[in-house]
Nanobody, 125 residues
Framework: QVQLVESGGGSVQAGGSLRLSCAASGPMYNLNCAGWFRQAPGNLREGVAAIYSGDSVWYTHSVKGRFTISQDNAKQTVYLQMNSLKPEDAGMYYC???????????????????WGQGTQVIVSS
């Protein structure tokens, strides 16, 4: 069973930075994409960033230029570096892993089979 554990959330002021980590364990075969999603209170969960097919990346428009997704295959860990944080970036951040082969949408929740428990990000203005 694949397990994902997020860490790195916290409370920062607007303009600050955080780096989220997602450590994976278990059988990773057939899993070729990882993503970060977030959910603010009262909102639907939305895709933030994804990395797939080795080095392809996707970002939602609102975080382009501020967030960077990366992975360390040796450590089976995916990172989300978040810079210039804004209050609207706050929420619970979830890591997800799945199979993006065949043109599946890395921004779509249904692409991902495994999810972490989430890590909270608070951004104060």
């Amino acid at each position: 069973q694949v397990q994902l554990v997020e860490s790195g959330g916290g409370s920062v002021q607007a303009g600050g930075s955080l780096r989220l980590s997602c450590a994976a364990s278990g059988p990773m075969y057939n899993l070729n994409c990882a993503g970060w999603f977030r959910q603010a209170p009262g909102n639907l969960r939305e895709g933030v960033a994804a990395i797939y097919s080795g080095d392809s990346v996707w970002y939602t428009h609102s975080v382009k230029g501020r967030f960077t997704i990366s992975q360390d295959n040796a450590k089976q860990t995916v990172y989300l570096q978040m810079n210039s944080l804004k209050p609207e970036d706050a929420g619970m951040y979830y890591c997800a892993a799945g199979d993006c082969f065949g043109g599946k949408n890395p921004a779509d929740e249904s692409t991902f089979n495994y999810w972490g428990q989430g890590t909270q990000v608070i951004v104060s203005s």
